[in-house]
């Protein structure tokens, strides 16, 4: 059972690292409104189309975590003098499921109201007019800020996860949050060109 204990986390910290595309997706997106005008061109379609055919996997991705995370529960309460009640009784494993589930929410409104609409927007991705980019570019920021909160959660998720397993002080845990909160707020405002800087 202890082989099993540990092929379910490496499983679910490699599905965990999946969950940094919020941060790549937002380097792409700065890197778009760095280049400038015109809206519409190939670069906007080469953009799009890496967005939108991320999503899938990404709902792949969460539901690998979701299931392998109730997997590693039942094989650790089979291995070890643990109940389910010491796992759901941890605060910080509620919370990572709580945030899962509202990435999944968030990552659904995306993919079936947001991006739809500004695929229809673009159309052809020929010439466009005024209201339709203003519109492009609203809805825009609109992605470009649900990015930035589903890094802030897919990254505090992470933080809790190990505070589950190794259990370090509330202190600890508010800063790292707080650090990680500090680094979503610095990729959605900037190319973070230098990384962490």
């Not at 965990?16 to 061109?41: E, I, K």
């Not at 999503?55 to 590693?72: D, H, K, S």
């Not at 929410?105 to 947001?114: D, K, P, T």
Request: glycine residues 6%; proline residues 3%.
């Amino acid at each position: 059972m202890e082989s099993l204990v540990n092929i379910l986390l490496v499983v679910h910290v490699v599905a965990a690292m999946t969950m940094a595309w919020p941060y790549y997706a937002l380097a792409a997106v700065n890197q778009r409104v760095a280049l400038g005008p015109p809206l519409g061109d190939r670069t906007d379609r080469y953009m799009e189309n890496i967005l939108k055919n991320r999503t899938i996997a990404c709902f792949v991705f969460q539901g690998t975590i979701l299931i392998g995370g109730f997997l590693l529960i039942w094989a650790r309460v089979q291995s070890t003098p643990l109940t389910y009640a010491d796992f759901f009784g941890d605060w910080a494993i509620i919370a990572k499921i709580a945030i899962l589930l509202v990435m999944a929410g968030m990552l659904s409104w995306v993919y079936f109201s947001v991006q739809p609409v500004i695929d229809r927007l673009f159309g052809d991705y020929g010439e466009l007019d005024e209201a339709a980019k203003k519109q492009i570019m609203a809805l825009r920021v609109r992605r470009k800020k649900m990015a930035s909160v589903c890094m802030f959660l897919a990254f505090t998720a992470a933080v809790l996860g190990v505070e589950s397993a190794v259990g370090f002080p509330a202190w600890l845990t508010a800063a790292l949050v707080a650090a990680v909160a500090l680094w979503a707020w610095r990729s959605y405002s900037s190319r973070t060109a230098y990384g962490w800087v």
